[in-house]
Structures are given as structure tokens and as C-alpha cells.
């Protein structure tokens, strides 16, 4: 989907997309609730949203990215007017409730539906478990995750890695995972493709894991789940005091915060040379996840919602 070319492919998405929510239309009145994540279809319309809001069952609207600013990838940007970022306030206006991923999107769903409600992102902390490393040696990896959509944003990470680099040399291997494209020859990084068959395994071969992100308006709408999902498998994680993550890491206690360039380094630095400390943040990471941040934890949440909306019991 995100990547170039493929037209006959993505259009054959689109079209089973259609047909799928044109069932879905017909069967609303059979359902309590209707969830929907983001949008009812990748296009310019809230035809679907519209129509599910006029049949018996309640609306629910969920989102966990400032999805109202333009953010379309390189390889969509031929079909960049299919989307229309502004269709969101309309989708918000026309739902029973709204849950949305930190505070910075509350105040926008705000201006257009009264019940909103922050529901951090969830992650499957039985699934989330580390596996044992399979390493041979002791170098240490530096990690980062993220997709073909939001490489641009580890782009922010290579001033401290050369640093780094220079400084640590084979002592240290940096590895990207979510663009199998991606190249870096200076770091010696040659990019993994995503699959959700051995994310978990790949993930867990990081010994410090990374979240940078620039200070704007599209970062802050951001709900922090790749620094969750390293700290779920009790990675000690760095990550930019941007938007949400600010109140996911406490500093220095379950991960650490970085600001520029210089924190980077020192912070990084500091994992690098004392193991223990990367075992201890890593396993408070974990607990940070499984109190507040887990599908566990915020199972009840969501059942007090949908109950509220249909005052049917568990």
C-alpha cells in the first residue's frame, strides 16, 4: 500500500474496501456498536460514517494520529486528492462518542463532538513478551522501528548515531526496521522489511531503542506505540520529550527523554557503557506498560464506555 507503483493492486484495495463497508451497511442495524479507527474508507468521503450514524447501533469514533493534517507518502502522492485530511471533523461531528489517543487530540475532537474521552494506546502484553536473544557477541544495538510512511522521522536520529558511530565503531550496530529500502552506508545500515510474523522477534534483538521525532504539530498528535512496544519487551528506550511521550517516560526512572543532539549522545552513551542499567530500565519499562499502558489495564475502560453507550451490562 505504501509503497510506489502497484496502481492495479491498490485499486483493487479500494474497490474490496467499498464492498466490504457496503455489506457492513447493510447489517448495522443487526449491531449495539459501530467502531470505527480513524476512517470507514481510505477516500475523500464519510458517506459510510454518515450512514452508520442513522442506523440503530451507536457510533463509536477512535483515532491515535493528528489524521486532519495532510501526511500523505511519497508513494501516494498521484492520489494525494483522494484524501481529504478535513473529512475527519465531519467523521468526529457525526459519532456517539469519541476516544482519542492523548490531550493534544482531545482539543481537536473537541471543537466538534462533546463526548471525548483519552484512551491511551493499548498493547497485548501477552503477545509483547521478549525473546531470548540470540546474539553471539556483545555488541550492542540501537533500534529503532517505525514504517515506510514515518522513515523520515529516524532521519532526525543520524547527527548523535555518527556521533556515536564515530565514538563506539563495532561496539555498537544500529538497525532500522519497517523500510526494507533504506540504506545507510556511513552507519552500516542496511534497512529490515515489517512482518508481523517476526516483528517480535526482531524487536527483541534491540538493546536500546529510539523514538525521535521533530517538535511539530503532527508529532504531538502522535500516541507514542513504538516506544511502547519496545518498553513491553523491556528495551530501554530514548525518546523525544514530544507530545504524549512526555508522560509515558518518566526520565532517568523507565526510560530516558533527549532534547538534542548533545542529550542524545550522553544518554545513549550511558546505556551503552552499563548493562545493568539497561536490564533495570528495561524492567521498568515493562511495569510502566503493564499498569497503564496494556490491553489488561484498560480493558475496564473500554467496557465502562460501551456499556455507557448501551446500558446493556458486560
Known amino acids: 500500500m505504501y509503497s510506489k507503483g502497484n496502481y492495479h493492486k491498490k485499486a483493487a484495495i479500494l474497490a474490496s474496501s467499498y464492498s466490504k463497508r457496503i455489506t457492513d451497511l447493510r447489517r448495522a442495524n443487526e449491531f449495539d456498536i459501530i467502531f470505527i479507527f480513524r476512517e470507514a474508507l481510505m477516500t475523500r468521503s464519510t458517506y459510510f460514517e454518515q450512514a452508520f450514524s442513522k442506523s440503530k447501533a451507536k457510533l463509536i469514533y477512535d483515532f491515535d494520529d493528528a489524521i486532519w493534517m495532510n501526511d500523505t507518502s511519497d508513494a501516494n502522492r498521484l492520489f494525494s486528492w483522494m484524501k481529504k485530511p478535513s473529512k475527519i471533523a465531519k467523521s468526529i461531528s457525526c459519532c456517539d462518542l469519541v476516544f482519542a489517543g492523548n490531550e493534544y487530540l482531545k482539543a481537536y475532537a473537541s471543537q466538534f463532538n462533546e463526548h471525548v474521552e483519552v484512551i491511551p494506546t493499548t498493547i497485548d502484553t501477552h503477545e509483547y513478551q521478549k525473546k531470548p536473544s540470540l546474539k553471539t557477541d556483545e555488541v550492542v544495538v540501537i533500534g529503532w522501528s517505525g514504517s515506510i510512511t514515518t522513515i523520515k522521522h529516524f532521519e532526525y536520529a543520524i547527527p548523535f548515531l555518527e556521533i556515536l558511530k564515530k565514538k563506539y565503531g563495532s561496539r555498537i550496530r544500529i538497525k532500522v526496521i519497517g523500510d526494507g529500502n533504506y540504506r545507510n552506508h556511513d552507519l552500516e545500515i542496511q534497512g529490515i522489511h515489517w512482518n508481523k510474523s517476526s516483528e517480535i522477534e526482531e524487536l527483541s534483538s534491540i538493546d536500546i531503542g529510539i523514538m525521535p521525532l521533530p517538535d511539530d504539530p503532527w508529532a504531538r498528535g502522535k500516541c507514542g506505540l513504538k516506544g511502547l512496544q519496545y518498553m513491553a519487551l523491556e528495551i530501554a528506550t530514548v525518546m523525544s520529550p514530544v507530545g504524549v511521550n512526555t508522560a509515558i517516560i518518566q526520565d532517568g526512572v523507565n526510560g ?46 473500554y467496557l465502562h464506555w460501551f456499556k455507557s453507550l448501551t446500558d446493556i451490562g458486560e
Do not use: C, P
Open 256 to 301: 530516558y527523554l533527549a532534547t538534542n543532539t548533545e542529550e542524545w549522545v550522553n544518554k545513549i552513551s550511558f546505556l551503552i557503557e552499563n548493562s545493568e542499567q539497561r536490564k533495570h530500565m528495561g524492567t521498568m519499562a515493562r511495569q510502566t506498560v503493564l499498569a497503564s499502558y496494556s490491553v489488561d489495564a484498560l480493558k475496564s475502560t
